[in-house]
């Protein structure tokens, strides 16, 4: 199984970014799909998912700026990212959660960079 997320870049504050995270192999289960972030000295926190049952959950900071979505022919889950400010640089995973207990999934990160 891997993970591949891509989309990220540089952005002026206010833009906006949509990251895509594309699943190659098979999972078997029921699974959340998520995207989390690490910024520099900082541990990585968790930023929206899609849950097994299918709802779309945010941590407070995206909540109203970002939207998670997934393409299932595509096998492809994207974080559209608006009104970006620097405090979202960081690099961004993607993660795939077998429920209830694992196993876990995660993808190589993407940079999202907001500077002037």
């Known amino acids: 199984v891997q993970l591949q997320a891509s989309g990220g870049g540089l952005v002026q504050p206010g833009g906006s970014l949509t990251l895509s995270c594309t699943v190659s192999?098979?999972?078997?289960?029921?699974?959340?799909i998520g995207w989390y972030r690490q910024a520099p000295e900082k541990e990585r926190e968790y930023v929206a998912s899609?849950?097994?049952?299918?709802?779309?959950e945010y941590s407070d900071s995206a909540k109203g700026r970002f939207t998670i979505s997934r393409d299932s022919a595509k096998n492809t889950v994207y974080l559209q990212m608006n009104s970006l400010a620097p405090e979202d640089t960081a690099v961004y995973y993607c993660r795939i959660l077998v429920v209830p207990h694992g196993p876990v999934y995660w993808g190589r990160g993407t940079q999202v960079t907001v500077s002037s």
């Open positions: 192999g098979s999972i078997s289960g029921r699974k959340a």
């Open positions: 899609i849950t097994a049952a299918g709802s779309a």
